[in-house]
C-alpha cells in the first residue's frame, strides 16, 4: 500500500517552532519532488515549499519571510518542514505531498496541486497567541 505520512503538528505559542515530518510508505521519495502545503479553514490549500528530486531546488509560495526551510533527510527517507517564528497567521493543516520526477527534471519542483501524485492526510499546526 502507498503512503504519504506525516507527522509533528501541534499546538504551539506565537514564536515558537514546530519540524514536520514526511514519510513514505510503500515506495520510496527518491524519484519524488515533494511539497508542503497549507489550507487554513474556510480557504483553499495553497502551497508551502517544495524540493526537487536532488535536492538542488527549493520553490516557495506562501510568504514564510525565511522562517521555514525545507529539506531532505539522509537517503530520502523523509522530508523535513522546519518551521520557526512562527505566527497565528501559520495556523492550518499541513499537507505532504510527492510528485513523482523523471531524470530531466530532478532538479525541479513544482508549487501547484495539480501535478501531486500521492498526498497525506495532513497534520494540524495550531499558533496561539
Known amino acids: 500500500q502507498v503512503l504519504i505520512v506525516e507527522s509533528g503538528g501541534g499546538l504551539v505559542h506565537r514564536g515558537g517552532s514546530l519540524r514536520l515530518s514526511c514519510a513514505a510508505s510503500?515506495?520510496?521519495?527518491?524519484?519524488?519532488?515533494v511539497a508542503w502545503f497549507r489550507q487554513a479553514p474556510g480557504t483553499e490549500r495553497e502551497g508551502v515549499l517544495c524540493?526537487?528530486?536532488?535536492?538542488?531546488?527549493?520553490n516557495q509560495e506562501y510568504n514564510v519571510k525565511g522562517r521555514f526551510t525545507i529539506s531532505r533527510g539522509d537517503a530520502n527517507s523523509a522530508v523535513y518542514l522546519q518551521m520557526n517564528n512562527l505566527e497565528p497567521e501559520d495556523t492550518g493543516i499541513y499537507y505532504c505531498?510527492?510528485?513523482?520526477?523523471?531524470?530531466?527534471?530532478?532538479?525541479?519542483?513544482?508549487?501547484?496541486?495539480?501535478?501531486?501524485?500521492?498526498w497525506g492526510q495532513g497534520t494540524q499546526v495550531t499558533v496561539s497567541s
Open positions: 505531498a510527492a510528485d513523482y520526477t523523471p531524470d530531466l527534471l530532478a532538479s525541479v519542483c513544482l508549487m501547484s496541486t495539480t501535478p501531486y501524485d500521492y
Open positions: 510503500g515506495f520510496s521519495l527518491d524519484h519524488y519532488a
Open positions: 524540493i526537487s528530486r536532488d535536492g538542488k531546488s527549493v
